[in-house]
């Protein structure tokens, strides 16, 4: 199954609180295969202080009391809990049942849920993140206003092509467009779980003309690159912030939902159970039972 | 076909016949076996060749299998490797076959596929289930270089009437190398009540015995099976299934598949280590070379990365063969290794082989001076079939089982697991279908970890991470406290976790197996020094999100030195060393 060609997917929803409403997150997942959803630390943050913050970072509760600064602490806390409810309303499962794990090279995963990528990004009070049940997603956001361009920041993060395209841009749509880069090539390394060290010089980006256009990967020569079927958008939060995502090809995705509980083949399930209770029965009696019994 | 007999119903006295193999094969060990395909398959790095890195790549962009390589795989008779000794052919361990079509995947996914991997596989139900007649029949067809498909899923799209005989309708999902096969096996549901009931039946046909026009050629493109390989499905409208085509009994067909697929699934991911070993050896030779914008063996990026692939290279191929050599061995405890091999050896090889990006540079994205050859076989891991469908399967083999064990296993007192599961190439017993079972009673390889404790020192090993064996402790607490028996409190994603963390220290426990075998071989040699072991446990440790100490700097230049030396000598990867490509003249001669 392929993602999307050529278009952006729907905006991203803006979540108030744990209580959604996520139909809309779920809705994109289900349809289109991913989904993007972000909220503010500052709205969200009478979640981040209640007694069921403990329960629902789980494992990551030590790392959250070990996060310096209450503002930081609470953005973290806050970031959990945006990408939890997000996945369980996706997953129709329970927010405290998802366990936020992360792979040798940093990248973070829910730990037997792989059918569902995740992705999590902030900046500032903006906390994004990226769900998907096709290949891996990444997303990264950024203030607009940011000052990227003359900073000397274009020249680490863009090819010669990408550079000689911004001269051509007017002078007031350059820093936008920096930003615009910036946040595509991190979302895609950070899809690839290459974050910073995969070189942001070794491929670039189309700048497309209209917003609902879908950028394109390019190679350092600013020809099209073989992209292998990923695809990439942006999108202007609030007229604030530029969040951009990066989604991969899935040769085995299914088309609709991914609910939790249709992650196990239930027949197959119960099958093994009825083995297992034969040999519960079986060891009060004949060696082994009879296991191979064909009623499983 | 080129035999008159037919696969349904074989006569007894023809099986006596076919029974006694109608030629006898040359003894071969399977260390020789794998040379003598290398040796056809030749040099990866020949640019003249075409089943090296180059000739791979251009027919991959023809769209094509590479020129001659399903000819050379015959001549080489690779299809006797599917058809176990006792019917005439040279298939000893599933171990053994998967370490040898691996040498197909080195070069292309697609070939090993399309040649070996899709017949061997469909092949299981008359090897585990099968009559005598069955068996004979279906060995006389591979002996004879033919191939069959299907086996791989219940076709919810062709129907069986329960009546005697059985009569079929419907279509099937497309089938891998369907149009090219002389037999195939399929699995309809039953229509409805009748002498079958509600279940299913497996059913081994005969190309020759269907109507004409049954089996239509499919677009790979429209059905989701790998292109590059013919693809097909078989449509029938009320024909008449003849007599002994079914495989078990009439009804059987989920109890059979789903036995057949504990030693059939975790086939391809063991075979699929050829393709990380390729996209590993692809960026290290890049590496060697100082070509373009690569990243220097002086980088800390390119130390990292090449010795963690490597690592988890080694870790998902300890954990495949504890798998299959388990099959043989221990039929009956199998299941949850088998399950624990499905859920994470191709993920382990496909993270590993992943961030191997990052050693590219400013080349990552170029195609030239071999990186090609890199993204392919990373394009081909994450194509692996099955895909999600393989997870929640492993997942529903997984869960039920983890309360069970953990009341009744996962200690240091109770049994371990046999040492011959650890030995590359040692000899197994022949695959026994009816003793395989779909839940384990106990759980010798995790043992070890436990039995680890209190450390290995005594075995050489000094730092021995005692985290792991906390883990197994608290995985086991925490699943003790689970009700037994009740999937509703299993199924949701707290359960998943608690299955993927008993994956990642069953491969843990595989690798220590492993290293323990190397070591009291007292051949020495890599796999009995410490370094690869601790360092894929500590991958390991990683991704369970356990603390571990920094990686010791030894371990690395161990780890680094000993890949560059294969890399240079062509060698493969893997637990296996295999020399790539060497002609026999050379071999003789060395």
């Not at chain 2, 080129?2 to 349904?8: L, M």
Request: proline share 7%; charged share 20%.
């Amino acid at each position: 199954m392929s993602v999307r060609r050529g278009l952006a997917g729907p905006p991203p929803l803006r979540v108030t609180s744990p209580d959604g409403p996520w139909e809309a997150l779920s809705g994109a997942v289900r349809d289109g295969g991913y989904g993007l959803a972000y909220g503010l630390a500052s709205e969200w943050a009478p979640a981040a202080r209640g007694p069921a913050l403990r329960g629902l970072l789980g494992h990551e509760y030590g790392r959250y009391l070990a996060v310096n600064g209450e503002e930081a602490r609470a953005r973290f806390a806050v970031s959990r809990l945006v990408l939890k409810h997000g996945a369980a309303a996706v997953l129709g499962a329970d927010p405290a049942d998802l366990e936020l794990a992360r792979r040798p090279n940093g990248r973070p995963y829910l730990r037997g849920c792989g059918r569902l990528d995740v992705s999590l990004s902030h900046t500032g009070d903006v906390v994004a993140v990226g769900l998907s049940r096709l290949g891996p997603i990444g997303v990264d956001v950024e203030p607009q206003d940011r000052a990227a361009y003359g900073t000397g920041l274009e020249e680490d993060v863009c090819t010669a092509h990408e550079r000689a395209a911004l001269g051509w841009l007017p002078e007031e749509d350059r820093n936008a467009a920096v930003i615009r880069l910036w946040t595509l090539k991190e979302a895609y390394t950070k899809a690839l779980g290459l974050g910073m060290r995969l070189s942001f010089r070794s491929f670039g980006f189309t700048t497309p003309s209209t917003r609902t256009a879908a950028p394109r990967l390019l190679g350092t020569d600013g020809l099209p690159a073989d992209d292998g079927g990923w695809h990439f958008e942006t999108h202007t939060l609030d007229d604030r912030c530029t969040l951009s995502a990066a989604v991969g090809p899935a040769p085995h995705a299914a088309a609709g939902t991914v609910d939790a509980s249709g992650m196990v083949d239930s027949g197959l399930m119960r099958a093994v159970m009825t083995c297992s209770r034969k040999d519960a029965l079986a060891t009060t009696g004949a060696e082994d039972g009879d296991g191979t019994g064909r009623t499983a | 076909m080129t035999e008159a007999g037919t696969v349904a119903g074989v006569p007894v006295d023809a099986v006596r016949q076919v029974g006694v193999p109608r030629q006898v094969l040359p003894p071969c060990g399977p260390a020789e076996r794998r040379a003598a395909l290398e040796a056809v398959l030749g040099d990866p790095g020949d640019a003249a060749n075409p089943l090296g890195d180059a000739g791979v790549l251009a027919a991959e962009r023809r769209g094509d299998l590479p020129l001659g390589g399903e000819p050379s795989l015959a001549s080489f008779g690779l299809h006797e490797d599917f058809v176990p000794e006792e019917h005439g052919g040279r298939l000893a361990g599933l171990d053994e076959a998967a370490a040898l079509l691996r040498a197909v995947f080195r070069r292309d996914a697609a070939l090993g596929r399309g040649y070996g991997s899709a017949s061997l596989g469909a092949a299981l139900y008359p090897w585990c289930f099968g009559t005598a007649g069955q068996r004979a029949a279906t060995a006389r067809l591979l002996l004879a270089g033919e191939r069959i498909a299907g086996g791989a899923a219940v076709e919810e799209g062709l129907t069986a009437d329960g009546g005697a005989p059985l009569r079929l309708t419907g279509r099937t999902a497309g089938l891998v190398n369907a149009p090219r096969a002389a037999a195939l096996v399929v699995v309809p549901r039953h229509a409805g009540p009748g002498a079958g009931g509600d279940g299913e039946s497996v059913l081994l046909l005969r190309r020759g015995d269907l109507p004409p026009g049954a089996v239509g050629q499919l677009s790979p493109y429209d059905v989701g099976v790998p292109p590059r390989i013919p693809a097909g499905e078989l449509v029938l409208d009320d024909w008449t299934v003849p007599a002994g085509a079914v495989i078990g009994e009439v009804g059987d067909g989920q109890w059979v598949t789903r036995r057949v697929a504990q030693a059939r699934l975790p086939l391809l991911p063991s075979m699929a280590v050829g393709c990380a070993d390729t996209a590993l050896r692809a960026v290290l030779t890049a590496v060697l070379t100082e070509r373009g914008g690569v990243r220097g063996m002086r980088s800390r990026v390119t130390r990292r990365t090449v010795v963690g692939a490597f690592a988890d290279l080694l870790a998902a191929d300890c954990l495949s063969l504890v798998t299959l050599r388990s099959l043989h061995l221990m039929p009956e405890r199998s299941s949850i290794w088998s399950a624990a091999a499905r859920y994470l050896v191709l993920r382990l090889l496909q993270e590993g082989v992943g961030d191997l990006m990052t050693v590219l540079g400013t080349d990552s994205l170029r195609d030239g001076d071999g990186l090609g050859t890199f993204h392919k076989q990373v394009r081909d891991l994450a194509a692996m079939p099955p895909g999600p469908a393989g997870s929640a399967a492993a997942l529903a083999t997984l869960l039920p089982q983890l309360p069970t064990l953990a009341r009744r296993s996962w200690t240091a007192q109770g049994p371990p697991a046999l040492a011959e599961l650890f030995r590359p190439d040692g000899p197994v017993p022949p695959l026994a279908g009816a003793r395989l079972k779909l839940a384990a009673a106990d759980d010798g390889l995790t043992v070890l970890l436990a039995r680890a404790r209190d450390g290995l020192a005594d075995e050489g090993l000094a730092n021995w991470p005692t985290a792991l064996s906390d883990e197994l402790a608290a995985l086991r607490d925490q699943c003790r406290r689970l009700p037994e028996l009740d999937p509703a409190v299993l199924a949701n994603p707290r359960g998943f976790a608690l299955s993927e963390r008993y994956a990642l220290l069953a491969a843990a426990a595989a690798c220590l197996g492993v290293w323990r075998a190397a070591r009291r071989a007292g051949t020495g040699g890599f796999l009995a020094e410490p370094a690869w072991l601790l360092t894929a446990l500590g991958r390991i440790c990683v991704r369970l999100g356990l603390p571990v100490t920094a990686a010791s700097a030894d371990h690395e230049d161990v780890m680094l030195a000993e890949a560059v030396r294969r890399c240079r000598e062509g060698h493969s990867l893997d637990l296996y060393d295999t020399a790539l490509g060497t002609p026999a003249r050379h071999r003789e001669k060395g």
